[in-house]
């Protein structure tokens, strides 16, 4: 087990920015990759950004480039998304989740453990 606990949602007006925190318990965070994900009401939950476990490698969905960036402090035991430029669209929960199989996979399927979730809220 992987515990995950999500921080930092909140609400914002278009055009803001939210840090949201991922802390993980235990001592092979630092061997898993990281992912964000979330999920907006009525609709499936989707991949956001993903970094392996050294952080050499980060994806991110397209709708997100250039706004956001994920990145990981493996002596904190904890990953970052940060994001600007919030638009009303990201509106939704969103969930880190650890995938003990190291890549920077898209895929819900791939990740073991997940978070609670923290809700982000972005006001037009």
């Known amino acids: 087990q992987v515990p995950l606990v999500e921080s930092g949602g909140g609400l914002v007006q278009a055009g803001g920015s939210l840090r949201l925190s991922c802390a993980a318990s235990?001592?092979?965070?630092?061997?898993?990759?990281m992912g964000w994900f979330r999920q907006a009401p009525g609709k499936e939950r989707e991949f956001v950004a993903a970094?392996?476990?050294?952080?050499?490698?980060?994806r991110y969905t397209d709708s997100v480039k250039g706004r956001f960036t994920i990145s990981r402090d493996n002596a904190k035991n904890t990953v970052y998304l940060i994001m600007n430029n919030l638009k009303p669209e990201d509106t939704a929960v969103y969930y880190c989740?650890?995938?003990?199989?190291?890549?920077?996979?898209?895929?819900?399927?791939?990740?073991?453990?997940w978070g609670q979730g923290t809700q982000v809220t972005v006001s037009s």
């Open positions: 989740a650890a995938s003990p199989w190291g890549g920077t996979t898209r895929a819900p399927t791939e990740y073991a453990y």
């Open positions: 235990g001592r092979t965070f630092s061997t898993y990759a």
């Open positions: 970094i392996s476990w050294s952080g050499g490698s980060i």
